[in-house]
T-cell receptor, first 111, second 110 residues
Framework: ETGVTQSPTHLIKTRGQQVTLRCSSQ?????VSWYQQALGQGPQFIFQ???????GRGNFPPRFSGLQFPNYSSELNVNALELDDSALYLC??????????FGPGTRLTVL | GQQVMQIPQYQHVQEGEDFTTYCNSS?????IQWYKQRPGGHPVFLIQ?????EVKKQKRLTFQFGEAKKNSSLHITATQTTDVGTYFC??????????FGQGTRLTINP
């Protein structure tokens, strides 16, 4: 196991609602990245946080936002949920950048 | 944005046969990382290649980075049922942002 944990494991929401997903990084890792993985696809980079500051963002709208806390845990918030937001959301923590340690993911279903 | 193309999308083999997946880019790659994702699981880091022409081995797995740094391959010798999963290549595009290929899903007939 990587030591990266995510909660919740599964989540069902309806269109228009808001959701918060949580990630606890591996001990000592100061960088966390969030990815969206649709069924049958590779993970897509959402954004990255380094020492509580956003450090890069992928091609996702502003309703996807995040936070990183002093203990390096992190949140992903998605507002105004759409059906296409249904996916596996993965967080990955790293220190040196050479290897990212992925958590088990949160499976979000939007109805 | 720049993407890495991965082929084949699916591969089914008999246990004991070899397996290869390829990753291609139209532009020079800074580096390539390979990940394995078991069914229902999350990506797990396998290896990173950085140097032109680099070849690395992990037991039955052989990873290659092309001389022009525009392609990479993962070869598994004598597959076992534990090799089942989806194999992804990913390029690190600055600030640890990974751009993943579409993946090759490997299934094995025991």
């Amino acid at each position: 196991e990587t030591g990266v944990t995510q909660s919740p494991t599964h989540l069902i929401k309806t269109r228009g609602q808001q959701v918060t997903l949580r990630c606890s990084s591996q001990s000592g890792h100061n960088t966390v990245s969030w990815y969206q993985q649709a069924l049958g696809q590779g993970p897509q980079f959402i954004f990255q946080y380094y020492r509580e500051e956003e450090n890069g963002r992928g091609n996702f709208p502003p309703r996807f936002s995040g936070l990183q806390f002093p203990n390096y845990s992190s949140e992903l918030n998605v507002n105004a949920l759409e059906l296409d937001d249904s996916a596996l959301y993965l967080c990955a923590s790293s220190l040196t950048g050479d290897e990212q340690f992925f958590g088990p993911g949160t499976r979000l279903t939007v109805l | 944005g720049q993407q890495v193309m991965q082929i084949p999308q699916y591969q089914h083999v008999q246990e004991g046969e070899d397996f290869t997946t390829y990753c291609n880019s139209s532009t020079t790659l800074s580096n390539i990382q390979w990940y394995k994702q078991r069914p229902g699981g999350h990506p797990v880091f396998l290896i990173q290649l950085v140097k032109s022409g680099e070849v690395k081995k992990q037991k039955r797995l052989t990873f290659q980075f092309g001389e022009a740094k525009k392609n990479s391959s993962l070869h598994i010798t004598a597959t076992q049922t534990t090799d089942v999963g989806t194999y992804f290549c990913a390029e690190e595009q600055g600030a640890q942002k990974l751009v993943f290929g579409q993946g090759t899903r490997l299934t094995i007939n025991p």
